[in-house]
Each structure stands twice: as C-alpha cells, then as structure tokens.
T-cell receptor
Framework: EAGVVQSPRYKIIEKKQPVAFWCNPI?????LYWYRQNLGQGPELLIR????????DSQLPKDRFSAERLKGVDSTLKIQPAELGDSAVYLC????????????FGSGTRLTVV | QQQVKQSPQSLIVQKGGISIINCAYE??????FPWYQQFPGKGPALLIA?????SEKKEGRFTISFNKSAKQFSLHIMDSQPGDSATYFC????????????FGKGTKLSVKP
C-alpha cells in the first residue's frame, strides 16, 4: 500500500512569495493532519481534518496560512506571504480516525524561505 | 504548548549497549503514549505505544516502561545497533481519546559501531 505522499519534497522561495504543499493520504484514512517541524524540534500540529471538515485549526496562523481538503481526500496547505520564520519541514499525516490510532506520516516538504 | 519534557536531547551509545530515553508529562488525562522514530529526510514512524493500564510493553528490542504515579515513561532499546541511529520522539494524546498527538522535542540517538 502506498504511504502518505507529499509534494514537493523541497521548496526554496523568497520571502513574501506564496507557496503551497500537497498531500495525498493513505486510502481510506478519514483523518488528515498537517504538522510543522522546526529544525531540532518535534512536530507541532497546525490543523486536523475529519473528512473534509477542519475540526482543529487552533494552531494555524490564519493571517497567512490556509488549508483545504476538498472531497475529503487530498489536502493543500498554503502560505501567503511566506516569512523567513516559516522555514521548516511541513509534514502531512493520516489515520483511520482520530485518537489512539497510529499516525502515518509522509516524508514532508522542506521549505526554505530566503 | 509543549506539555511533555523529553531527555536527553542527544545520546551516544556503543553497539550492543542499552539506550534509554525518558519523558515526563504533566496532564493526567492523557491515556495513550506512543514513541516515534525519525530518520533524516523521513517523517516520524510509529515505533511502539503504551496505555497507562500497563506498566511495560515490549516489542523485540524496544520496551516502554510506564510509571503513572511519577508521570513518566521511558523507551529502552536493548542491544542497540547502528541502524537504530535516529531521532526518537515521545508523544501523547491531547484532548482526550479523540485528540491530537503532541510530541516531545526529540532525542537524537547515535549508536557507535
């Protein structure tokens, strides 16, 4: 079975430019998460989807970040405009349901803002 | 936001030795404690998990020990191998059984041959 697929793997942009990340979760996984991992730190949750509904976006900086999960499958995370401090690895994960189920993470998108 | 303290930040162990990583948490409402393993350039992968109704869980060379009264849980890697060199994260569910995973800051393990 294919795992969680993310693209692109790497992205370098200038500050103030927009950027988008794409995630395809494991088939049948209703719950999708976006995490941000700063260098040398653990992943931090940005947003969680149950099917197409964002059920927890309390940690998403809504002034510049947005996300969508159309049709409850693929998801896109966008930053506009990007700031230097947004440089990090953006991880997507999915699970059958929220809670005590193993999350499967993708390999992430490494964003560098210059 | 971090409610779990993980230590040490880095660890160097000789091949065949025992690696021990510790985590301490604050909120007694958590009821699921997984450990994740992350290799460079990869996302974290679930290694082993425990619920607080047991004090220990073993899977191969990996063991979780859980001390509910002390609010601590630890990962033990027996007979550590160079292939175990990775970053390890403890985590817990925040917000009840339907909540989100909150991760510790990680421990970078290096196993020397």
């Amino acid at each position: 079975e294919a795992g969680v697929v993310q693209s692109p793997r790497y992205k370098i942009i200038e500050k103030k430019q927009p950027v988008a990340f794409w995630c395809n979760p494991i088939s049948g996984h209703n719950t999708l998460y976006w995490y941000r991992q700063n260098l040398g730190q653990g992943p931090e949750l940005l947003i969680r989807y149950e099917n197409e509904e964002a059920v927890d976006d309390s940690q998403l900086p809504k002034d510049r970040f947005s996300a969508e999960r159309l049709k409850g499958v693929d998801s896109t995370l966008k930053i506009q405009p990007a700031e230097l401090g947004d440089s990090a690895v953006y991880l997507c994960a999915s699970s059958l349901a929220a809670g005590q189920n193993g999350y499967t993470f993708g390999s992430g998108t490494r964003l560098t803002v210059v | 936001q971090q409610q779990v303290k993980q230590s040490p930040q880095s660890l160097i162990v000789q091949k065949g030795g025992i690696s021990i990583i510790n985590c301490a948490y604050e909120n007694t409402a958590f009821d699921y404690f997984p450990w994740y393993q992350q290799f460079p350039g990869k996302g974290p992968a679930l290694l082993i998990a425990i619920r607080p109704d047991v004090s220990e869980k073993k899977e191969g060379r990996f063991t979780i020990s859980f001390n509910k009264s002390a609010k601590q849980f630890s990962l033990h890697i027996m007979d550590s191998q160079p292939g175990d060199s990775a970053t390890y994260f403890c985590a817990f569910l925040s917000g009840g059984s339907q909540g989100n995973l909150i991760f510790g800051k990680g421990t970078k393990l290096s196993v020397k041959p």
